[in-house]
Structures are given as structure tokens and as C-alpha cells.
């Protein structure tokens, strides 16, 4: 079984910096897609930023210019530079991979938390 392990959450002041990594337990062969969700209590999981084979990476709006995804395809890990971080980007952070044969991983979820 494949497990997702998230790292780099934590505390970080408005404007602050951190980064986020995924790294699988084992290979995951026909990688399609990789990417970050966040979610707050009483809202639905979105997507952050979400990097697709053969394409640009997407990122929602609110992030733009300040989240930046990228990946290490050898080391089935991907990362998550968050930058200029404010208070509305507190939430848990989960890391998604999917693959060409359907099927879908999640990480466990690590806390962000922008506060001063």
C-alpha cells in the first residue's frame, strides 16, 4: 500500500515562508497528476495547485504568484513553496497523486497556520 507522507507544515507569521513535501513510501508507476489541496472546518477540500504530465501547473487564484508546485518524478515527491503567506491560507494542506490506471492518493493532511 502506498503511503503519501506530508512535511513542512507549521506556524508561520503573515509574509512568512514555508515549504511543503510529499513524498511517497514506494514507487507509483503512470504518474499523471500531483498536487495540493487545503481545506478549513466547514468547507470543502480545494485545490491549491495541481501539476498535470505534459501540461503547466494550475493554481487557484488566491495563490497566484505567491505558491509555487514542483515535483521530483525520480523521487515520486512533490512540493508546495508557499510565499508571502497570509492569514486565509491557514488550513490543512493534503498532497494528491493520480495515475494514468485511476487510481488516487492522499496524504494525511499537515496544519498551516498564518497568525501573529
Known amino acids: 500500500q502506498v503511503q503519501l507522507v506530508e512535511s513542512g507544515g507549521g506556524l508561520v507569521q503573515p509574509g512568512g515562508s514555508l515549504r511543503l513535501s510529499c513524498a511517497a513510501s514506494?514507487?507509483?508507476?503512470?504518474?499523471?497528476?500531483m498536487g495540493w489541496y487545503r481545506q478549513t472546518p466547514g468547507k470543502q477540500r480545494e485545490s491549491v495547485a495541481v501539476?498535470?504530465?505534459?501540461?503547466?501547473?494550475n493554481y487557484t487564484d488566491s495563490v497566484l504568484g505567491r505558491f509555487t508546485i514542483s515535483r521530483d518524478m525520480l523521487r515520486n515527491t512533490v512540493y508546495l513553496q508557499m510565499n508571502s503567506l497570509k492569514p486565509e491560507d491557514t488550513a490543512v494542506y493534503y498532497c494528491?497523486?493520480?495515475?494514468?490506471?485511476?487510481?488516487?492518493?492522499w496524504g494525511q493532511g499537515t496544519q498551516v497556520t498564518v497568525s501573529s
Open positions: 494528491h497523486v493520480g495515475t494514468r490506471r485511476n487510481f488516487h492518493y
Open positions: 514506494r514507487s507509483i508507476s503512470g504518474i499523471n497528476v
Open positions: 501539476i498535470t504530465s505534459g501540461s503547466s501547473p
